[in-house]
Each structure stands twice: as C-alpha cells, then as structure tokens.
C-alpha cells in the first residue's frame, strides 16, 4: 500500500525558514517523480514544486521560486521541501504527492499533509 | 500560471446528473490530453477520480466520466450519491513539468 507521510509543518515567523519532509513506502520510489501541492485555508489547490526521479530536474511555481527548493533522498525514500523567506501567503497545508508512471502527467497519490502558519 | 476556472458551486438530487467545467487557456487545457480531476471530502486529501481526460482509475465508479472540448474540459457525476458530495478540483498540466489546479467546485447533493 503507498503511504506518504508529511512532517515539519508549524508556526514560524514571516522571513522564517523550514524545512518539510515526506516519508514514502509501499513502491520504489526512486523510480517516480514526486510533487508538492498546497491548499492555503478555505482555498483552492495549488501546485508548488516537481522533481524527477534522480533530482536531475526540479520546477518550482512563480510564487515560490527562488524562495523554495524541492530536493530528496532516495536512499531514505524521502522527499523535502525547503522553505525561506516565508510570507502570510504561504500558510497552507502542504501535500506531497506522487506522479503516476512515468510518462504521465497526474497525480495518483496523496499524503495526508502538513499544516504551516507564517504568523508573527 | 494562471488557475482554471470552475463554478463556486453546483448542485443536484440524488439520482440526477451534474457536469462542472473547466476552462483554461491554449496554454494548458487546450493544449494538452493532460486533465485530472480530484474529489476532495473536508479535512481529507484530495483522491484522483479521472486522469488523462476521459480514464477512470481502478475503483472509481463508472458514474464519474470526463471530456474536453477546445480550453474547456468537463466533469460529469451521473446517478448523484450522496457520498458524492464534496469538492472538485481540476487539473491540467501546463508545460515543462508545471501545473495548474482549478479553483474548485462545491457539489451539494440536495
């Protein structure tokens, strides 16, 4: 069974930084792409960041980039998202999710998520 | 990146049929067989329900179907459950490995 387990979230200070993990079992998961997609509260989705399998390609959304650094360990199937110079707007909870087989262009699996609050 | 655009809300009885659109642009929707849609229940992850515009996961119920026409893609519930009841978003990928989520619909099963 694919589990995803998201860690890391909090409360921190605009201009603070924090790092998200997400812990994958259930497939290998070296051999899949991996996302980060957030929903800020009562709102809509918003994709965040993709990385390939071998961290050779990372994307990042406008609203993020420059500030936030998608990056994993295949060793220990675990995917991160570091996060600085955090705003009020990017309180949201974060998933991360997994990309289908290779190829594909959706999302097949979801964590649970992580809550982050960027509040003085 | 713009976000897609859905209608705040659609509604519908229990056997009835609703469609909730989404229309984007040449640039992500129109340009690619690429649209997901995810069915979301409060406080839980959203959970894929079609991919690739029309394909159905294992273990989605025949009901849900999907379809595009130009920038605009379509969800579309028959035989409303109540179950059915949540939020819908779509998806569409836009290029060189970045995404665009709708804003969600609100389905209330009257």
């Known amino acids: 069974e694919v589990q995803l387990l998201e860690s890391g979230g909090g409360l921190v200070q605009p201009g603070g930084s924090l790092r998200l993990s997400c812990t994958a079992s259930?497939?290998?998961?070296?051999?899949?792409?991996m996302s980060w997609v957030r929903q800020a509260p009562g709102k809509g989705l918003e994709w965040v960041s993709s990385?390939?399998?071998?961290?050779?390609?990372?994307y990042h959304a406008d609203t993020v980039k420059g500030r936030f650094t998608i990056s994993r360990d295949n060793s220990k199937n675990t995917l991160y998202l570091q996060m600085n110079s955090l705003r009020a707007e990017d309180t949201a909870v974060y998933y991360c999710?997994?990309?289908?087989?290779?190829?594909?262009?959706?999302?097949?699996?979801w964590g649970q998520g992580t809550l982050v609050t960027v509040s003085s | 990146q713009s976000a897609l655009t859905q209608p705040r809300s659609v509604s519908g009885s229990p056997g009835q049929s609703v469609t909730i659109s989404c229309t984007g642009t040449?640039?992500?929707?129109?340009?690619?067989?690429?649209v997901s849609w995810y069915q979301q229940h409060p406080g839980k992850a959203p959970k894929l329900m079609i991919y690739?515009?029309?394909k159905r996961p294992s273990g989605v119920p025949d009901r849900f179907s999907g379809s595009k026409s130009g920038n605009t893609a379509s969800l579309t519930i028959s035989g409303l459950q109540a179950e059915d009841e949540g939020d819908y978003y779509c998806?569409?990928?836009?290029?060189?490995?970045?995404?665009?989520f709708g804003g969600g619909t609100k389905l209330t099963v009257l």
């Open positions: 990385i390939s399998p071998s961290s050779n390609y990372t």
């Open positions: 040449s640039s992500d929707v129109g340009g690619y067989n690429y």
């Open positions: 690739d515009v029309t």
């Open positions: 999710v997994k990309r289908s087989v290779p190829g594909s262009y959706y999302f097949d699996y």
């Open positions: 259930g497939f290998t998961f070296s051999n899949y792409a």
């Open positions: 998806c569409s990928y836009a290029g060189t490995y970045t995404w665009v």
